[in-house]
Structure formats: structure tokens, C-alpha cells
């Protein structure tokens, strides 16, 4: 198992927005990460890469225990954070937020061919500020500068959100080529992307891991995906 | 093109309007009059913008204000005069403090190589009291009255040889305080189990170099005494630039470490925090080096007399080294060109920093989103502490170059720290840009808000000028501050959001 989350909890000031949240995500897959607005989707995301650390529970990555590590030692092990919003330098052009997140010097050199492929646009836009990009460019730089450093797992949080449906294609065509080389988890409210990507599921409620399994069986289960998610 | 101006419009409107009040004062002025008005306004001005840049910068990226920076200025400038006319204090307590700081590094950085240290709790608490009762023996009865006089100050010079202490004692100090140096950091390390991990023997080096460096000093404090003050006095300048700045930054990162740190989560106590230590700073500095001010003497290279003085132009002065350049027949001092050119100086170098370097990088982005920065990897805070040091630092050479042109005294902080919060908020909060133009709007308006004071403005047909209080001089930059902040809520290049 790559990432294992056993039981975490977490509180955001006062207020316990995770009350339990367990999964698991074998090495080269898709996880998925389903559920409705506030289950605490984002949270969980946040509490693996350590912006918000979970008060209890083990989160183990590669076996390692890293709950409690400051983030940017967490992220250093090799894990990539695509956050909600995408979270995009503005000032910084988009070479620059790439070259940002190198660990070592040179990372950027031997990735930035294949990323360019990945997502030609960039090529075409590498000295242009980032707050200048298009939602959906922003969207493909921030997978981007997650794949510069040698990164095992990638935590993505909505890629979709916001974008026009063809550009959704373009993002779920570039995350299924990733995935033959790099473990996602990805976190998704269009229930349309996820069962397109990924491999199996856990469905959040409330703070709670509610339900699990193949993403093929989810895709089925009418009533299921009515309970948790809303219509789909 | 359309799009800037309309975005820009009150902005460009404002310049503007700046530009033909500053033309249309001028025209009232003969011209040397007023190039002279204008060069002193550019020389307060690269003053203020060596305190604001750092004080703009900690603002973006960490969101702290930091009321502590015209202590910082303050600082730099005392350390500064200390190293270019009385070395003597500094060669007596600089190697105290590298034995307390190299103690510490050392032990915080060995801890984790050590057998565990049983007790938990209460052996923390218990090497706090033992660091704590080490440092007192340590500085028991040490004086610093003798050290700090001069011949002017304390009704008279004491000799080296009576102010400072025999060799054996200094010693016994030394070892003292490096003893209450590794206890603190025991303690420390006790309290944070996770720091000082694979992080390699550079601590190791570091701290048992300062501790060298401190044994190193104690026996050659006379001597380091008299090869300082044997300098030219030029070089010595130049040794008290870098000194005052770097002591500032050292100071800097301290107070970053030591008490913003805890509170990022609390600004509010930043700001009770910093205020309070400009308090406790400015009676330390009145405590040391006494409640009136020095005067500090301008280096050779730009003090020269004679029959060529002044000289009539930049290049003739790089030959001669007058005391004043000749400006359109009237002389100005020409070290107020030298603080010009200081200032223009560490302008290009920050911006060069900012636009090219990694860390430049990493601070822009972090202005806008240091979570996300450190979710990449980045450690931060570390670079918060950099940051911090950096701007103290500025402010700190600024201190220094400050001195020899309007003295030290344990005032002068304030007085800076006030108008740079000024300019920055003109200029915009955060923004590097901004805080230049700030600090240059500032110091033209302190240049005219003089000009005006002494001579009164002639309006027409009135007998005779209107007369105004000297402090006229000082509200004139609140005035305009007010005024850019109801034309431009966010200040001059201030971000939208």
C-alpha cells in the first residue's frame, strides 16, 4: 500500500471536520475520493500533506508514519499537492512555477520535455505570468509543477471545477496518461470524471468514510450514488 | 495599453498631479535652491526606503508588522559608531555572545547523537534553571560603564587597560556563558524532538567555530582594539557598514526565531510584542551607551578641505574627495551622495534578488500563498527567518549610514520607524515597488516641508510670506498619506485584493 489512512481526525479551529476517515491506496492506481460539498474531501487531502494535521490516527506513506511532520518534509518524500483553486503563483511566469517546486537542481530539466507534450499550451506560455493563464491552463500547470519534483503519489483536489467540458476532456486524458506512472488520489464532485479515471472509490459523509469498492461496481448502483452524492 | 489606463487612472492621475506640484514648487525656488531641496529629498528618501523595503517585504510575506524595524535601525547605527570609534565594547561582549549563541548551536545540534536524557519534563525545566543561573554567574558584576565611555560622553575617557577585565576572568565568563549556552540548548532540543534531525555535522562546525572564534578574541581584545582604530578611516566605514548591518540581521532573525514565530497565529500579539520590545531596546541602548547621543565623525574619503573645495562636479570630487560637491553654485555635503547612491544600490540589489534568484522566487510566490510553497516542499519558515533577517539588516546599514549624516542617539528609531510605516502605506503594503516610491515621496515632501519652514511661501498680494511651525515638515507626509489612501485605498501600488 502506498498511502494508508487509518482512522484520522481532524479540527480545523473549534470545529471537528474529520470524525474518522480510513483508506487506502495501492500503488499505480486511481483512488477516488467522492462525496458531497463539506464532507471533508479537502480536509482529508490537507491532513495527509500536513496543512492541516490530523490531532489522532496514523497516516503511512510508503509504510512510514508522516502524520504530524511539518508539510514541506511530508511533501519531500514524494508527494505532490494539486490543491483546490490550483493555486497558482500570479507574479510568477509560468517557467517560474515550475521551477519552483525543483527538490534538486535539474529536476525541471529532465521533466520539462514530457510535460510540454503533456500540455503543449505551456510550451507556448512559459514566460507568461501564471495569474494570466485560462482556468483550465492554470488547472494543467498546477498538475504540471506537481510532476517536476520526483513525486510517488499526487493528491489532487477538483481539477474540474470551474472548467468548460472539453477542457475537462483534455485534463482526464492527461491524468489517465499519468497514471501508468504515478499513484493518484484524486478528489471529484463530477461523478462523470471520476468514474472515467479511476480504479476504485471512498465515499466521505460527514467526516466519515462512508463506503468503498470498485469504481465499475459505484458506476451501477444507482441508489447508492443518490444516497451519497446527490443526482449524479 | 486603454486597458492600463483605465485601470491605473487615479494612479496616473495622482503622479501626475505630484509632478506638477513638483514642478510648479520649483519653479518658485532659483535652481540651485532647488536641486539642492531635491537631492536632500532624495537622500532622506534612500534612508527611509533602506527601513521600508525590509518592513514591506516581512509585511507580504509573513503579514507581520513590525513595529521593532526603527529598532533595528536604531541598532545598526549604534553598532556601527561602537565599530568605527570605541571597538573596545564590542571586542568585550562580542565573544561572550559567540560563546552563549556557539554553546547552544552546538548542543541543540548534538542532542539527537546523545543517549537520551532521562526525566522528561522536569529535566527540561531543570537545564533551563541550570542556563539560567550559568548566565548570571557568567555576566555577575560585569561592567559596562567603562567600556561604553568616550571622551565625550562620560566626562572623560577611561583607558582600555582599567575598562576592560584581566584576561583570566574574561575567560571564566566565557566559559560560563558557553556552559549556560549548551544547557539552554539541551533544553531546546528536549522540547522540540523532531528539529536538528539529518541535518548533517554543518551545525556542529558552526557552533564549535564560534566558540573558537570567542577564545580566539578574549586574549586579543587590546590588540583588536588598536589595529581596528589603526585603520584609515575609510576602510574602518566599510567594516562598520557591514558590522551595523550585519548585527542587525543577526538581531533580526533572532527576534524572528525567538518571538514572532510563536505567534503567527496571533497578530495581534505581534504587534504588542514588537512595540514591546522597541521599549525594552531603547532603554538596553540608553542603559549601555547612555541617555544622550554621539556625534560620528564622516569617513576621510568624503571629509577633505582646501582650496579646490568645493568640487565643482562629480568626477573632479572622485579625485579630491571634498567635503561638499558644487550644485549649480550652491554645495552639498557629498556623503548625502554617497546615501543616494547606497540606497539606489541596495535598490537594484534586492530587486535583482527578487527577480533572478531562487530565494527571490520563492519570496514572491510566498507574498501570495506561503502554504502552498511549503506544500511543495519548501521549508518556509526558514525562509520567513531569512526574510526577516534580510530586512533587518537593511534597516540596519541604514542606521549606519544614517549616522554619520543626522548622529546616534536612542531617538532616532522612532523617528524612522514612523515615517517608513508612512511610506509603505503610501506606497502600498507588500509591494517592493511600492515602498520605494514611498520612501522617495516621503523624503522629497520632508525636503520641502524644511524648504517651506524656512522660508515661507509668498502667495500674491500678500505683503509678506505665510510663516509656517517646523512641524509643518513632518505632517506634511501624513497629509499625503491621507490623501493617497482616499484616492487609492490600497495605496500607491498596493495589490487589489
Known amino acids: 500500500m502506498l498511502l494508508s489512512v487509518e482512522s484520522i481526525q481532524t479540527f480545523i479551529g473549534q470545529f471537528h471536520i474529520l470524525e474518522g476517515i480510513s483508506l487506502e491506496v495501492p500503488s499505480g492506481s486511481i483512488t477516488a475520493l467522492l462525496g458531497r460539498n463539506g464532507a471533508g474531501k479537502t480536509t482529508t487531502l490537507r491532513s495527509i500533506i500536513g496543512l492541516n494535521p490530523p490531532r489522532t490516527g496514523r497516516v503511512l506513506f510508503d509504510g512510514q508514519e508522516i502524520q504530524g511532520r511539518p508539510a514541506y518534509e511530508i511533501a519531500a518524500l514524494g508527494i505532490g499537492?494539486?490543491?483546490?483553486?490550483?493555486?497558482?503563483?500570479?507574479?510568477?511566469?509560468?517557467?517560474?512555477?515550475?521551477?519552483?517546486?525543483?527538490?534538486?537542481k535539474g529536476d525541471l530539466a529532465g521533466k520539462i520535455d514530457f510535460i510540454y507534450e503533456l500540455f503543449p499550451d505551456l510550451k507556448r506560455l512559459a514566460k507568461h505570468p501564471g495569474g494570466k493563464l485560462s482556468g483550465g491552463q492554470q488547472q494543467m500547470l498546477a498538475i504540471a509543477r506537481a510532476l517536476v519534483p520526483d513525486n510517488r503519489l499526487l493528491l489532487v483536489d477538483e481539477p474540474s471545477e470551474g472548467l468548460a467540458p472539453i477542457v475537462v476532456e483534455q485534463i482526464v486524458a492527461s491524468l489517465r496518461r499519468l497514471s501508468d506512472q504515478i499513484t493518484v488520489l484524486l478528489v471529484e464532485q463530477n461523478?462523470?470524471?471520476?468514474?472515467?479515471?479511476?480504479?476504485?472509490?471512498?465515499?466521505?459523509?460527514?467526516?466519515?468514510?462512508?463506503?468503498?469498492?470498485?469504481?465499475?461496481?459505484?458506476?451501477?448502483?444507482?441508489?447508492?450514488?443518490?444516497?451519497?452524492l446527490g443526482a449524479a | 495599453?486603454?486597458?492600463?489606463?483605465?485601470?491605473?487612472?487615479?494612479?496616473?492621475?495622482?503622479?501626475?498631479?505630484?509632478v506638477a506640484a513638483m514642478?510648479?514648487?520649483?519653479?518658485?525656488?532659483?535652481?540651485?535652491?532647488?536641486?539642492?531641496?531635491l537631492l536632500s529629498g532624495l537622500t532622506l528618501g534612500a534612508l527611509y526606503f533602506l527601513v521600508t523595503s525590509g518592513l514591506s517585504l516581512i509585511f507580504g510575506l509573513m503579514d507581520v508588522l513590525n513595529f521593532a524595524h526603527g529598532l533595528l535601525f536604531m541598532v545598526g547605527a549604534y553598532m556601527g559608531y561602537t565599530l568605527y570609534a570605541n571597538p573596545r565594547i564590542l571586542l568585550n561582549t562580542l565573544p561572550l555572545l559567540l560563546a552563549l549563541a556557539g554553546g547552544a548551536i552546538l548542543a541543540r545540534r548534538a542532542a539527537p547523537m546523545l543517549p537520551k536524557i532521562p526525566g522528561g519534563q522536569a529535566a527540561r525545566w531543570g537545564l533551563w534553571a541550570l542556563a539560567v543561573a550559568l548566565l548570571l554567574l557568567g555576566s555577575w558584576g560585569f561592567d559596562l560603564a567603562p567600556l561604553a565611555s568616550t571622551g565625550i560622553s562620560a566626562g572623560g575617557d577611561v583607558p582600555t587597560a582599567e575598562a576592560q577585565e584581566a584576561l583570566g576572568l574574561f575567560v571564566g565568563r566565557l566559559l560560563a556563558l558557553a556552559a549556560s549556552g549548551i544547557a539552554g540548548g539541551l533544553a531546546l532540543a528536549l522540547g522540540q524532538p523532531f528539529a536538528g534531525r539529518s541535518r548533517g555535522p554543518r551545525g556542529l562546525v558552526l557552533g564549535a567555530g564560534l566558540l573558537a572564534l570567542a577564545l580566539l578574541i578574549a586574549p586579543a581584545r587590546t590588540l583588536g582594539e588598536g589595529a581596528i582604530l589603526g585603520l584609515s578611516s575609510n576602510l574602518r566605514f566599510l567594516i562598520a557598514l557591514v558590522v551595523g548591518a550585519g548585527s542587525g540581521a543577526a538581531l533580526g532573525g533572532l527576534i524572528e526565531w525567538s518571538l514572532i514565530r510563536p505567534l503567527y497565529s496571533r497578530p495581534i500579539y505581534q504587534v504588542l510584542v514588537t512595540l514591546g520590545l522597541v521599549l525594552v531596546g531603547t532603554e538596553l541602548v540608553k542603559g549601555v551607551w547612555g541617555p544622550t547621543g554621539y556625534y560620528m565623525d564622516t569617513p576621510d574619503f568624503f571629509s577633505q578641505r582646501g582650496e579646490a573645495c568645493p568640487s565643482p562636479n562629480l568626477v573632479a570630487w572622485l579625485g579630491d574627495h571634498c567635503a561638499s560637491i558644487d550644485v549649480l553654485g550652491?554645495?552639498?555635503?557629498?556623503?548625502?551622495?554617497?546615501?543616494?547612491?547606497?540606497?539606489?544600490?541596495?535598490?537594484?540589489?534586492?530587486?535583482?534578488?527578487?527577480?533572478?534568484?531562487?530565494l527571490g522566487m520563492i519570496i514572491r510566490a510566498g507574498v501570495q500563498d506561503a502554504e502552498m510553497v511549503q506544500a511543495l516542499g519548501i521549508n518556509?519558515?526558514?525562509?520567513?527567518?531569512?526574510?526577516?533577517?534580510?530586512?533587518?539588516?537593511?534597516?540596519?546599514?541604514?542606521?549606519?549610514?544614517?549616522?554619520?549624516?543626522?548622529?546616534?542617539?536612542?531617538?532616532i528609531g522612532q523617528e524612522f520607524q514612523l515615517q517608513a510605516f508612512i511610506a509603505v502605506v503610501i506606497g502600498g503594503m507588500g509591494s517592493y515597488g511600492g515602498a520605494a516610491a514611498g520612501a522617495l515621496l516621503v523624503g522629497l515632501a520632508r525636503a520641502f516641508g524644511d524648504q517651506i519652514v524656512l522660508s515661507g511661501i509668498q502667495l500674491p498680494f500678500m505683503a509678506e510670506a505665510v510663516k509656517f511651525s517646523p512641524s509643518i515638515a513632518r505632517a506634511s507626509t501624513v497629509l499625503i498619506m491621507a490623501l493617497v489612501l482616499l484616492i487609492r485605498p490600497t495605496g500607491l501600488f498596493g495589490k487589489k485584493d
Open chain 2, 1 to 18: 495599453m486603454t486597458n492600463f489606463l483605465k485601470q491605473n487612472r487615479p494612479l496616473i492621475i495622482g503622479s501626475l498631479a505630484a
Open chain 1, 191 to 228: 461523478f462523470h470524471m471520476a468514474a472515467q479515471l479511476a480504479d476504485r472509490y471512498y465515499i466521505v459523509d460527514d467526516g466519515h468514510t462512508a463506503h468503498s469498492g470498485k469504481m465499475a461496481d459505484l458506476a451501477g448502483d444507482q441508489a447508492l450514488i443518490t444516497r451519497y
Open chain 1, 81 to 104: 499537492y494539486v490543491p483546490e483553486h490550483r493555486a497558482i503563483f500570479r507574479d510568477l511566469s509560468v517557467e517560474e512555477n515550475l521551477r519552483i517546486a525543483e527538490r534538486r
Open chain 2, 330 to 358: 550652491r554645495p552639498f555635503p557629498s556623503y548625502r551622495i554617497f546615501i543616494i547612491a547606497l540606497g539606489l544600490i541596495m535598490f537594484a540589489a534586492i530587486a535583482v534578488l527578487l527577480r533572478r534568484s531562487r
Open chain 2, 380 to 411: 518556509v519558515r526558514r525562509v520567513f527567518t531569512m526574510v526577516f533577517a534580510l530586512g533587518a539588516g537593511l534597516a540596519a546599514l541604514g542606521g549606519v549610514a544614517a549616522a554619520p549624516f543626522i548622529g546616534v542617539n536612542p531617538g
Open chain 2, 23 to 37: 514642478a510648479w514648487a520649483l519653479s518658485q525656488y532659483e535652481p540651485k535652491v532647488a536641486a539642492s531641496i
